[in-house]
């Protein structure tokens, strides 16, 4: 198994523009989150979903559009980036409730300008 | 909700047995406690969860008093591959989505080794 993988490992934004940041996993999980990270802050959730079709928002989800069309695949969007989305972002799936055990991509790091 | 608190940072020597105290004083009667772990550039992963007492694994022992309004992580012998930032989380296993079906993670405690 792969886990969890994100991609762009790395990415340079523009204000403004938009992209995509990709997540996917191979473990069958039923959940999962994206969260970011910021220097001192931990980790703060942005949205998750619970299967295929349903998502819900976390507590920064302003900014950032989600959608869970299969169960592999949860993609973060970020429709206009604001230098204040410069920040560390992380995948994470599980399989089921909170009593299991939580994996999380390598992260993407990302720089708007 | 249940909030935690953790020491911002600590330090330790290799060797030492360090042992990271969690605060969560309203606790409810069906969350349970987990611990991650998170190196520099990496994701968080998972140590250990536990409900009451203790609960050990090759990683690292898992303390729980009875009231469960707190939480201590023991780390035996480290060594200078366990400096990382520990997380303690608490959350209700029956919730699968929604507020506290998430985890929610605070700021962690930064642990430091030295030689």
């Known amino acids: 198994n792969a886990g969890v993988t994100q991609t762009p490992k790395f990415q340079v934004l523009k204000t403004g523009q938009s992209m995509t940041l990709q997540c996917a996993q191979d473990m069958n999980h039923e959940y999962m989150s994206w969260y970011r990270q910021d220097p001192g802050m931990g980790l703060r959730l942005i949205h998750y979903s619970v299967g295929a079709g349903i998502t819900d928002q976390g507590e920064v989800p302003n900014g950032y559009n989600v959608s869970r069309s299969t169960t592999e695949d949860f993609p973060l969007r970020l429709l206009s980036a604001a230098p204040s989305q410069t920040s560390v972002y992380f995948c994470?799936?599980?399989?089921?409730?909170?009593?299991?055990?939580?994996?999380f991509g390598p992260g993407t790091r990302l720089l708007v300008l | 909700l249940a909030k935690t608190t953790q020491p911002i940072s600590m330090d330790s020597y290799e060797g030492q047995e360090v042992n990271i105290t969690c605060s969560h004083n309203n606790i409810a009667t069906n969350d349970y406690i987990t611990w991650y772990q998170q190196f520099p550039s990496q994701g968080p992963r998972f140590i250990i969860q536990g409900y009451k007492t203790k609960v050990t694994n090759e990683v690292a022992s898992l303390f729980i008093p009875a009231d469960r309004k707190s939480s201590t992580l023991s780390l035996p012998r480290v060594s200078l591959s366990d400096t990382a930032v520990y997380y303690c989380l608490v959350g209700d296993p029956r919730n699968y989505g929604g507020s506290q079906g998430n985890l929610i993670f605070g700021k962690g405690t930064k642990l430091s080794v030295k030689p």
């Open positions: 994470a799936s599980r399989r089921g409730s909170f009593q299991e055990t939580q994996y």
